[in-house]
């Protein structure tokens, strides 16, 4: 691995699946969170534009510390480089029954 690691952090946002890359996470003093700071978006001399990805950088334009809820975490990884930042919505399948996370309406049958 790189000498300054890069974290690829997957989590749910609402209705959302955001994948960024950050450069520390550790476990909050706040229980039941994860800390995110220092995040990696792609570099600007790119010639195309992702538009989720820049929605994403304006999203998170100032923001120094993002506290992630635990259960809202998907996967964290340590990767050699950042990639590209996006965002995805949330397929619902009604064959699989998943955990209520934090944005979910519940179900009326």
Do not use: W
Not at 20 to 30: C, D, N, P, R, W
Not at 54 to 74: C, G
Not at 85 to 108: H, R, W
Request: charged residues 30%.
């Amino acid at each position: 691995m790189s000498k300054d690691p890069v974290y690829k952090v997957i989590f749910y946002n609402q209705s959302q699946v955001y994948e960024i890359f950050a450069k520390a996470i550790y476990q909050s003093e706040m229980y039941g969170f994860i800390e995110v700071e220092e995040f990696v978006f792609g570099e600007r001399a790119q010639i195309v534009v992702d538009p989720a990805e820049e929605k994403l950088k304006a999203e998170f334009a100032d923001v120094k510390r993002s506290y992630i809820p635990m259960q809202a975490i998907i996967r964290i990884d340590e990767v050699e480089k950042s990639g590209t930042s996006k965002i995805s919505e949330v397929k619902s399948t009604d064959k699989i029954a998943t955990l209520p996370f934090p944005g979910q309406a519940p179900k009326n049958d």
